[in-house]
């Protein structure tokens, strides 16, 4: 059974950056597309990233597009996402989820194609 535990959040003054970690156990990596989701309180779960297997592949959302970097290093079956120039906008719980996928396939922004998720981690972006 494929467990993901994120890790890497933390508090931050606005500017200021941070890498999450997306560490998968039970299972390899290598068939899944990670997606990077955030929760603010009292919004919806929206998608900020996603990567295809083998890495060649990614996506960002607008509101993160030249901020942020989502790569993965399948040797040791993590996910980052590396945050810069961070927004108080940018506050909320970091979730990812992993979709297995055949080779070719896109990654989705769509929470209904994950099946695996982790339990979150914090992000605050505060003066």
């Known amino acids: 059974q494929l467990q993901l535990v994120e890790s890497g959040g933390g508090s931050v003054q606005p500017g200021g950056s941070l890498r999450l970690s997306c560490v998968a156990s039970g299972v390899t990596l290598d068939y899944y597309n990670i997606g990077w989701f955030r929760q603010a309180p009292g919004k919806e779960r929206e998608a900020v990233s996603c990567?295809?297997?083998?890495?060649?592949?990614?996506r960002y959302a607008d509101s993160v597009k030249g901020r942020f970097t989502i790569s993965r290093d399948n040797a040791k079956n993590t996910v980052y996402l590396q945050m810069n120039s961070l927004k108080p906008e940018d506050t909320a719980a970091y979730y990812c989820a992993a979709d297995r996928v055949s080779a070719g396939d896109p990654c989705y922004f769509s929470k209904s194609a994950y099946d695996y998720w982790g339990q979150g981690t914090q992000v605050t972006v505060s003066s």
């Open positions: 990567i295809s297997p083998g890495g060649g592949r990614t």
